[in-house]
């Protein structure tokens, strides 16, 4: 089946713009991740989306990104007035949230953004 | 809170060498453990898990076990081949109420031919 997508692979902007960054989970998962991956570094988680609950914005870096999630599938992250320590890979996750004890994350291939 | 240490990379090898990439974590309870892997350029996915202590997760000649005595998930191969290059995570996953899990910085592996 598909797995996650995201576009557009690959985004160059102007420091001062506007991006928006899609993400298509996997159709039933109900639990989706966004997070950033600089160069050379981990991941930096950003924000979480659960079904109809309130997300959990706990790791935006600051007022300037903003995510939401329609119908409880597709989300759009955006970063307003662009700075070039914004340039990075966002990745976005999925995954099939149970009452276990672990459940696997489905990632998308990223958005490379670099920022001028 | 829940943490993951990895060793810091990278891990350069030749083919057919033994690889070990040490992870140790600490967290409340005992979770389910996980390595995941990143080619260039893709997405992580996930290698392996186990989801309770002295389980041993495997696939594609990879192996880790769940230690809880020494709270570890080393990731173990016995013969690397050059498409094992990638980027290398252990992570735990969400615990206590969060669902948000708790990746380590990731360790890159070369193999060289």
């Known amino acids: 089946g598909a797995g996650v997508s995201q576009s557009p692979s690959n985004k160059v902007t102007e420091k001062g713009k506007d991006v928006e960054l899609r993400c298509d989970p996997i159709s039933g998962h109900t639990a989706l991740y966004w997070y950033r991956q600089s160069l050379g570094q981990g991941l930096e988680f950003l924000i979480y989306f659960q079904g109809n609950s309130a997300p959990d914005k706990s790791g935006l870096p600051s007022d300037r990104f903003s995510a939401e999630r329609t119908g409880g599938s597709v989300s759009t992250l955006t970063i307003q007035r662009t700075q070039q320590e914004d340039s990075a890979v966002y990745l976005c996750a999925s995954s099939l949230i149970t009452s276990g004890s672990g459940d696997t994350q489905y990632f998308g291939p990223g958005t490379r953004l670099t920022v001028l | ?113």
Not at chain 2, 59 to 72: I, L
């Open chain 2, 1 to 113: 809170g829940d943490s993951v240490t990895q060793m810091e990379g990278p891990v350069t090898l030749s083919e057919e060498a033994f690889l070990t990439i040490n992870c140790t974590y600490t967290a409340t309870g005992y979770p389910s453990l996980f390595w995941y892997v990143q080619y260039p350029g893709e997405g992580l996915q996930l290698l392996l898990k186990a989801t309770k202590a002295d389980d041993k997760g495997s696939n594609k000649g990879f192996e880790a076990t769940y230690r809880k005595e020494t709270t570890s998930f080393h990731l173990e191969k016995g013969s690397v081949q050059v498409s094992d290059s990638a980027v290398y995570f252990c992570a735990l996953p969400s615990s206590g109420g969060s669902y948000i899990p708790t990746f380590g910085r990731g360790t890159s592996l070369i193999v060289h031919p």
